[in-house]
């Protein structure tokens, strides 16, 4: 009798339960399904279809789109480049800024130095880039070069000024990750390794480099994948010569209204950037040695 | 001609801006010997082992490692390795790496065969062959603990450094490396320098104990001394057991000091420094040297309150009017039934050993007593 009534008595627990977790998961699951899944659907389903003779979308089940996809290669080529050598440019930078804040500043002015990498963030990525159209254009650092006596310094619309913008948008967003996995370092490690006569550097490459990767490779997924969506900053600092898949895509889908094809080419770069994470995430897991952490 | 000591301190001050972790410490260990630093925790011993492995300057003095004054030389150009505390292993790499990583930085290169011959060699002292591939996470605290072990002896270390090797392992596996630790110490023969808060560990695995507080050196001695002839009253409580019972000096009888003791009973002890009548001390009577039953002039009749029955021995508070309660250990003899029983009326006499007086200290038994140019002989 009291057992029965005890049995009763978990189920209702339970099922309680059960109705509370679905509750709190039920507007993250919403938001979700209305702003990531269903939208990725319609674009998947976009991409094999063909263009209304007015533009938009026409049904069809077609391949033909994928087929076109070499038509883009120059933008899918400069893309591929840009965004590994500039998420690399992005580490190499951030990592001495990342390893000084987690293991060298003093305590107490480690927040304050964190948080003058953050506040930048704050304010919209188009203003601060074209704050630097302003300093590295004519009226900028060119002028101030010149009125001590250095003429003719181009510093706009060059690879060079794309590169620092990118390195100056995406830095915050190397550092954090590279900083939280070097916080998180042993610092004992540090010592085991130079008392077993590893000098500084060879402690750096044996044991701080390889247990912060899984800060860099996260780091590095990060930034890379943003930067496969990325068209601002090379067309405000580069001149807007040359063309990127984000360009691309504003293109197609803005312009020339050819939908079936700018969903083939943003499923691409979807299917490209799932690769990027999955590698990213085996690298470091195995150099480093720590359990599996699973980024998606 | 004497041999050149393993390390030696010379009036090594050690400070952390406004705080003195160590103070003026002169200590000489010679060469295969298993020092233990003793002490309660700041006491100093910790700082003293990072001077030894040179992630600690010091502020004054100088470190000498076999007669090579160490100023200025960074940890990995030191004839020493450590064993840490939680042992500090390499997460990314697995056992035999971890056991090889210092041969790995040995310049000249080591051959690769060189390299893993003498990793399975370290691998195998510590009994551990054939767990060279497992990854660090996947052993226990005390198979680690040899990793660790290994780690540090495979580069065949002029000095051993142990900072609490055994104080995360649990009581069964602690004895095991306390015994194991002693065998590697006389199979390998070099100097292991141990740093512990636990005086049984230091007693039980060393031939010397330095005890240290508030920076300083209190006591240097063979285990058995520390224990028997303690330096001051702090030596006395931190070590082992002891009953400390509070009274004024009465007079002196030859070389012993009367102490009357807050009953009035006078006791006969003897003393450490000189002690003027009427001054107040505390003398140490140690569990073990006391004897229960009926004896011919038993200084003190009291109430057994709890009794702990230990299987070779049994352990007894007593209460004892106008003193308190009394520690005393009785060795039980097999099939005697000697045991007394709480509610007992006993009375309990000097079985061995005269006891201790000690100068009281106002700090409540922390002696700042400085301890110079102390040495082991050997």
Known sequence: MSAGLGAVFMHGNRFRHNLLTALLLAPATAWLVVFLVLPFIAIAVFSVGERAPEGGYQAAFTLAQYANLP??????????????????????????????????APQRWRLILLALVVIPFWTSLLMRTYAWMYILGGRGIPALLAFVGIEDVRLINTPGAVLLGIVYGYLPLMILPIYVSLER?????????????????????????????????????LVMILLLGEYLIPTLLGGGKVFFIGNALVDLFLQSRNWPFGSAIAITLVAVSVVVLIAANRISTRVSGARRVDLI | MTAVPDIEFRGVTKRYGAVTAVSGIDLTVPPSAFVALLGPSGCGKTTCLRMIGGFEQPSEGQVFIRGRDMAGTPPYRRPVNMVFQQYALFPHLDVEANVSYGLRQARPRLSSQEIGRRAGEALE?????????????????????????????????????????????????????QIELQNLQREIGITFVLVTHDQEEALSMSDFVCVMNGGRIVQLGQPSEIYDEPADLFVADFVGKTNLLSGKVAGHTGDLVNVALADGTVIAARKRTAL???????????????SLGATEGSPFKGIVRNRIFLGSTAEYAIEVQGIGTLLAKADHVIGHGNLFKPGEPVAIGFASGTPLAFQETKNNGTNQRVAKNVEIIS
């Not at chain 1, 580490?91 to 293991?103: G, I």
């Not at chain 1, 130079?194 to 247990?211: H, I, M, R």
């Not at chain 2, 003027?276 to 006391?290: A, D």
Request: glycine letters at 8%; charged letters at 20%; a positive charge.
């Open chain 1, 185 to 221: 370092l042993d610092r004992r490690l540090l010592e085991a390794s130079a008392d077993l006569g590893a000098t500084p550097f060879s402690t750096f490459l044996g044991v701080t480099l390889k247990l912060s990767l899984p800060g860099v490779m996260t780091g590095f997924s």
């Open chain 1, 71 to 104: 038509a883009r290669a120059t933008a899918f080529w400069n893309t591929m480049m840009l965004a590994p050598v500039g998420a690399l440019a992005c580490l190499l930078v951030a990592y001495p800024v990342a390893y000084y804040l987690a293991l060298k």
């Open chain 2, 125 to 177: 002292m510590v009994r551990l062959a054939g767990y060279g591939g497992r990854k660090i996470h996947e052993l226990s605290g005390g198979q680690q603990q040899r990793v660790a072990l290994a780690r540090a002896l495979v580069n065949k270390p002029a000095v051993l450094l142990l900072d609490e090797p055994l104080a995360a392992l649990d009581k069964k596996l602690r004895t095991d490396m």
């Open chain 2, 276 to 290: 003027q009548k009427g001054e107040t001390v505390s003398v140490s009577l140690r569990p073990e040297s006391l």
